[in-house]
């Protein structure tokens, strides 16, 4: 662009992007190519990125929704939102070779409810229906032994058979406050309700809304890189909003729209989890072709998680 560029601060937020399941979980993807050869299947979105999902496909990986999907013989990876019991079951019934991706905080709030529906408990389970998460925690237990809550209004309105015998569990990408006005409505209305642990929201999850609270005061306008289909991502819009500031998902710098930055001074810029840092970058450089931009970092916490990739995989 030519002429005079006019002043922007941009303020970025940390952490922002990849958080330590989606590192694990396209690394999987990556080291499977390595040890079998391309093709390696890939039941679902590996994480919600499309720009993930297109560089692993120029790898070697292939995308399918279902396991009948996948050819006889051919090694597949299950995606880090994590997969009902019946899948891994269906996969080994056929003999295939799979590799579960499923992010272990997400697998340890599976084992949570098998624990707490063995005990004998009906669990509230809190998240967004429909979601592959959802779905997948909902298929470690006998149906009707989980209900689903989403909101407050479902929380006043939710009817258990058995009141007194109640535990509850979260999805792991939800708005800390949203989940948090929730799970006071059900501690009052259910007060014997057992709660594993305060909430099932992942450090990552919680960290990236702690620092877009502190970056969106600051700004006239938030930027989220993520995808439509991305919870945790969607989260950070909704969080910088309720902070007071008008905030747009966009999953690539082509996305922008320049009419948002009428009469802005700063714009906070930050990623999901499932984002790519290059893409961060890549919005800074097209937000540059416009403003003289000024980069600031803020960092509210530094993450230090990294997870264990499955056995067999490490050395490959
Ligand atoms: C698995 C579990 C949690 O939609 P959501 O935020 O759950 O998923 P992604 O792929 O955008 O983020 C990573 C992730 C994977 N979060
Ligand atoms: Fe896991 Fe949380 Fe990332 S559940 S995949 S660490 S957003």
Redesign the pocket.
């Known amino acids: 662009m030519s002429g005079i560029r006019p002043p922007l601060d941009l303020l970025i937020a940390a952490p922002r992007g990849f958080?330590?399941?989606?590192d694990r979980a396209i690394r999987i993807v990556e080291l499977a190519i390595g040890k079998y050869g391309a093709p390696v299947y890939v039941r679902h979105e590996i994480v919600h990125n499309k720009f993930v999902v297109d560089s692993l496909k120029a790898k070697g990986a292939i995308f399918v929704d279902e396991l009948d999907q996948v050819p006889d013989g051919a090694p597949v990876v299950f995606s880090?939102h994590g997969v009902p019991k019946a899948i891994p079951a269906k996969a080994a019934e056929r003999g295939l070779d799979y590799l579960d991706a499923t992010?272990p905080?997400?697998s340890k709030v599976h084992r949570q409810a098998e624990r707490l529906v063995a005990s004998g408990k009906h669990i509230l389970f809190i998240g967004h229906a429909g979601h592959p998460e959802v779905i997948g925690t909902f298929g470690q237990v006998p149906e009707g032994a989980m209900t689903l809550v989403e909101t407050v209004e479902d929380a006043e309105a939710v009817a258990p058979a058995d009141p007194a015998n109640l535990a509850f569990l979260t999805q792991?990408?939800l708005s800390v406050d949203d989940t948090a006005a929730v799970l006071g409505v059900l501690k009052r209305r259910f007060p014997a309700i057992l709660a594993p642990g305060p909430d099932d929201i992942?450090?990552?999850?919680s960290n990236r809304q702690s620092a877009v609270k502190a970056i969106a005061p600051l700004v006239d306008l938030v930027l989220v890189i993520g995808a439509p289909n991305s919870s945790?991502s969607l989260r950070l819009v909704e969080v910088a909003e309720r902070n007071g500031t008008p905030a747009y998902l966009v999953q690539r710098g082509d996305d922008l729209d320049f009419a948002w930055f009428a009469g802005a001074r700063s714009v906070g810029i930050t990623a999901g989890?499932s984002a790519p840092e290059l893409l961060v970058r890549e919005l800074v450089d097209r937000i540059a072709e416009h403003f003289e931009v000024s980069e600031r970092e803020v960092e509210t916490v530094a993450e230090q998680v990294v997870f264990k990739l499955p056995r067999g995989l490490e050395a490959a």
């Open positions: 958080c330590a399941g989606v880090a992010c905080l997400v792991t990408t992942c450090y990552a999850t945790n989890a």
